[in-house]
């Protein structure tokens, strides 16, 4: 009797003692409410700190909940009213969960911190609440694959933040909404990149109010809706796109005639409607890959012939569309075609495939027309041609291949070969994996949207898609061995669906927080396929083997448990036993927060993150011994540079990598905490047009940074001749759009969104393909959330590029970068210092320039390395840029992203591809494929750090 009033007392005791020792028990009671609401939820959420290493899918920051990543856990059961009641959450990721049923609640409303929004796959019903409008910080909202109805909210268009929207296989319903007077619509969303609306039932027309010119739109995804009516052609505006799906609809009218004014588009998808008059005339697509536009009702025309001047075409797809005549043979001539699909149509004459026909040529679908014959041609065509129900096989006696019904191949059944080993038998639900192991995979579902390829046969594609895989999820730092694609098919909705299998590293199956951190990967986008694959998402299967893993957090909190049982089941001693373990670890953490306040860097432990890992996520805190041996002592001979600041030193990992160390004198080193604050800052910045930050060192009266190296100097130097690098026009342009895109991401994506304020030709790097990389943050400033138009500072920065207006008012703002980026650019084609003795360079251009000559008359300015032999395409587009920029107010000015645009659209004047690598040769800038590039290539999308901290995946 007395030893139960004693258990009753420690129980009692251990609680007060929990919950006063945890600031963070506010989250604490929103988990705890979490794990009874639903089914399945990790079995190591015990103990009274969520924000220890210990509990799967949960990572907190300043003892607060920030991420919630629980993908395909099998999580089962409904969230209802204020279940999310984690106020300082940003990321939350339940995907693959199709237990999770019943509507989101509108308390979503809530998280008001929250950036990532993603329910990929799970099985929602009801309507999107409106609150999701109040998320003003979110960036990447994903509801697709799950049951939601009723109609899009207007709210959404609040979300000026927002860049990718994926309301994708729902049941939506109802009309796109668009702004009036009384309530917000999607066309204010002039930020967001992606509008994944497909596989739904939202009817109405398509508002033409839905897009105007000021949108940054690249993937327009509406297919399979019940849309009516014309397309707007306020489409033609929207020059971003590079992907547009508004096939099976029931669209109508012409298509608009500007449509060929989206010059960045690769796949253009308006099948399976009802359109009407003439064949729409895409001459100047020149970037067009994949063209589906069968089952309409155009009027009767000839084979156009604008097919074979569109020379990146892989696929045209033309069936019943009543096209006539014969057809050219040019058609086949274009270099990348794979599919010909002209079949229903009304076409006559002799089919003449030619000799100069594409070599990946794979299938000449013509069935159902009016061909009378065929001219063979010895070592001709020789892959899937199909004419039935043509004339041409109508004759008696016809016996050839094509004129025999086959059944065109859409699926292979190709699956990713062994590793150079030989598979193993498994028993029971093991597998065995490319590297020919026993063990459970992580399985699931890629769908690409629209990939830019036809042709499947190509088995080299998978192999790419493998590699990338492999590679990012090695590159996050997850457990994996070894991947394995399968059973590639295109399905009813002209969506590639391939069968992914992720093999476990080192063990047999996944633990909780393994599989968290792939489905994340998959789910947040952060992987991102090779270019030609386009669009995608994932849906996991649950994964049933957590279970048979040796995990360490799982060993861990089972023996908790079992400690637990025991002491329930009534030994006293043991339960004494684990309130002084209890109490002696409260203390060591109150001890470890206390150095932690302490000295700003306690938490960052210098050996994480070392070894092999290709590429840190994180910043690494390097020792001054470390940095001292990777420079060699700070030797002479590695001393790159040098500024106000100090030093520049050239350094070497153990790893192999290069780096640029920058070591801070006595007297110019910064606070603790604003040291601090930079190397946050910086770690969250990932782009490549900007330099990447790898470590730092704060230690011993010392402050250093370590960027990654980057080989060709900065612009200025090639600028002045000192390197070495002829930068004819060609080369300068694909600088300036560099640099704009890096400064432009620092405005738009970073988060919180960046001022630079000492833009100029010095703190713009060159690597060895000469891509332009911004530099140097020293001086940069953080936009704070909420006063985001401006911020009063000291005047800092260079003079020659300073904004006067931001001299004059002390009022900082991103135009003050505009202004500095203006005076680069007059600098990219003059050469010139922007004071030159005493001469200022905008003055100086802007009185010789006249606007009736050729090249403004500005031959006398230009640099001659430029290569006035060749004219430069756009010069005087990038001329009127530049001085766009340095306007002397800053509303005045245009946005980086503008600048952006402009620079894009002088490059294609100028006859090049904006978004192809740039190249050491002037020659492989022309003819490039597409590559290895994924289709997002300007996003910037860091949750994955923030949702998967290296402290965390090291628990694993
Ligand atoms: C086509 O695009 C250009 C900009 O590249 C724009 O000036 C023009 O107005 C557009 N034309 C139409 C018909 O939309
Ligand atoms: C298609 O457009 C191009 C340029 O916009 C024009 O030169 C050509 O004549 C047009 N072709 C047809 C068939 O209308
Ligand atoms: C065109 O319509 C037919 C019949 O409705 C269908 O079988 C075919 O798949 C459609 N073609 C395309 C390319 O969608
Ligand atoms: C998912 O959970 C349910 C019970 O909630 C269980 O019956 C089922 O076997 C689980 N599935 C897997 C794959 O673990």
Redesign the pocket.
């Known amino acids: 009797m007395g030893s139960r009033i004693l258990v009753v007392l420690l129980v009692v005791s251990v609680q007060i003692l929990v919950l006063t020792g945890q600031p963070g028990n506010q989250d604490y009671a929103a988990l705890i409410a979490l794990k009874n609401q639903l089914q399945n939820t990790p079995p190591n959420w015990v103990g009274s700190d969520p924000c220890g290493k210990s509990w799967d899918g949960i990572v907190c920051t300043n003892s607060r909940v920030t991420s919630i990543t629980l993908s395909s856990m099998n999580l089962t059961g409904q969230l209802s009213g204020d279940i999310l009641s984690f106020l300082e959450l940003q990321t939350l990721d339940l995907s693959y969960n199709k237990g999770l049923t019943g509507p989101l609640p509108p308390s979503i409303g809530n998280l008001k911190k929250l950036s990532n929004l993603i329910l990929v796959g799970c099985s929602f019903s009801g309507p999107i609440p409106d609150t999701i409008g109040s998320l003003q910080q979110l960036v990447f909202l994903s509801l697709n694959s799950n049951s939601f109805n009723g109609p899009i909210p207007p709210s959404i268009g609040n979300l000026s933040n927002l860049y990718w929207l994926d309301l994708a296989d729902n049941k939506l319903s109802g009309t796109i909404p668009v702004s009036n007077e009384n309530s917000p619509g999607l066309d204010m969303l002039i930020h967001t990149k992606h509008f994944h609306f497909g596989k739904n039932q939202l009817s109405g027309q398509i508002p033409s109010q839905l897009f105007s010119s000021n949108m940054a739109l690249i993937h327009v995804l509406f297919e399979s809706n019940n849309l009516i009516g014309n397309i707007p052609?306020t489409l033609?505006?929207v020059?971003t796109l590079e992907v547009v799906r508004l096939d099976r609809n029931l669209l109508s009218g012409p298509v608009p005639s500007?449509l060929n004014?989206l010059t960045h588009v690769s796949e253009l998808h308006l099948s399976n409607n009802r359109l009407t008059g003439p064949v729409p005339n895409l001459t100047g697509m020149n970037v067009l890959n994949y063209v589906d536009m069968s089952n309409n009702t155009f009027e009767l025309t000839n084979v156009p012939p604008w097919f074979s001047t569109l020379q990146s075409l892989t696929t045209l797809m033309m069936e019943r569309t009543k096209l006539q005549g014969q057809i050219p043979v040019a058609l086949f001539s274009s270099p990348q075609l794979q599919t010909v699909i002209l079949s229903n149509n009304q076409l006559n004459g002799t089919l003449d495939i030619g000799s100069s026909y594409s070599s990946q040529l794979q299938l000449i679908d013509l069935q159902k027309n009016l061909i009378s014959a065929f001219t063979r041609r010895v070592g001709g065509y020789n892959n899937e041609l199909i004419l039935v129900d043509n004339p041409v096989c109508q004759e008696t006696g016809v016996t050839e291949n094509y004129c025999i019904s086959q059944q065109s191949n859409s699926s292979v059944e190709y699956s990713t070969p062994p590793n150079h080993c030989l598979p193993v038998p498994c028993s029971s639900n093991q597998i065995s994996s490319p590297n020919c192991r026993c063990a459970y995979p992580y399985t699931g579902t890629l769908f690409f949207r629209a990939p830019s390829f036809s042709n499947l046969g190509n088995l080299s594609i998978f192999t790419s898609l493998q590699k990338s895989l492999m590679l990012s999820f090695q590159t996050h730092q997850l457990p994996v061995d070894s991947v394995s694609l399968s059973n590639a098919t295109k399905n009813s909705d002209d969506y590639l669906v391939l069968n992914l299998k992720v093999f476990p590293s080192g063990q047999d199956s996944f633990n909780r927080a393994g599989i968290s951190g792939i489905g994340f990967v998959l789910s947040n986008q952060t992987f991102k396929p090779p270019r030609n694959f386009g669009p995608f998402f994932f849906n996991g299967d649950p994964y049933g083997y957590f279970e048979g893993g040796v995990s360490t957090s799982t060993k861990k909190s089972s023996s908790t448990g079992i400690i637990i049982g025991a002491a329930v089941g009534g030994s006293v001693l043991v339960l004494l036993l684990l309130l002084a373990g209890f109490y002696a670890f409260c203390q060591k953490r109150r001890a470890e927060r206390a150095t932690k306040e302490n000295n700003p860097f306690a938490s960052w432990d210098s050996t994480k993150g070392s070894g092999d890992v290709p590429q840190l996520k994180g910043a690494r805190c390097f020792s001054f011994e470390e940095l001292k041996k990777f420079t060699n002592n700070f030797s002479e001979a590695n001393d790159i540079g040098s500024g106000g600041y100090g030093k520049v030193y050239r350094g070497i990992l153990p790893s192999g990598q290069l780096v640029a160390v920058k070591r801070a004198q006595q007297g110019s080193m910064q606070g603790g905490l604003e040291f601090k604050t930079e190397i946050e800052l910086l770690s969250r910045v990932h782009h490549k047009n900007v330099v990447g930050l790898v470590g730092f060192c704060f230690k011993q009266g010392e402050q250093m940074l370590v960027y990654e190296y980057i080989p060709n100097g900065t612009l200025k130097e090639s600028l002045s001749g000192k390197s070495g690098i002829r930068l004819e026009w060609i080369r300068r342009l694909r600088i300036a759009l560099g640099a704009a895109r890096g400064l432009q991401y620092l405005h738009d994506l970073a988060n919180p969104p960046i001022i630079h304020r000492d833009i100029k030709s010095n703190n713009i790097l060159l690597d060895e393909h000469l891509n332009a990389k911004v530099a140097d943050f020293g001086l940069s400033k953080p936009m704070s959330d909420t006063g985001r138009s401006h911020v009063t500072t000291q005047v800092k920065g260079t003079m020659g590029y300073l904004d006067p207006e931001y001299y004059m008012t002390q009022q900082l703002t991103e135009k003050s970068d505009v202004y500095s980026f203006g005076v680069l650019l007059l600098e990219l084609i003059t050469a010139r210092n922007p004071i030159e003795k005493g001469k200022y360079i905008v003055r100086e251009v802007r009185q010789s320039m006249d606007k009736a000559k050729n090249l403004y008359n500005l031959h006398g300015m230009l640099d001659p390395t430029i290569g006035l032999g060749t004219q430069p395409k756009g010069l005087e587009k990038f001329v009127d840029l530049a001085f766009r920029c340095v306007e002397e107010s800053g509303a005045a000015r245009p946005t980086m992203s503008e600048v952006v645009k402009e620079i894009e659209?002088i490059m294609q004047l100028a006859g090049l591809n904006p978004n192809a690598e740039s190249a050491s040769t002037s020659a492989s800038y022309e003819g490039e494929s597409k590559g290895f590039d994924h289709p997002y290539s300007n996003e910037g999308l860091f949750a994955y750090s923030a949702a998967f901290p290296p402290s965390k995946l090291e628990a694993q």
């Open positions: 052609p033609g505006l020059q500007n004014n659209n």
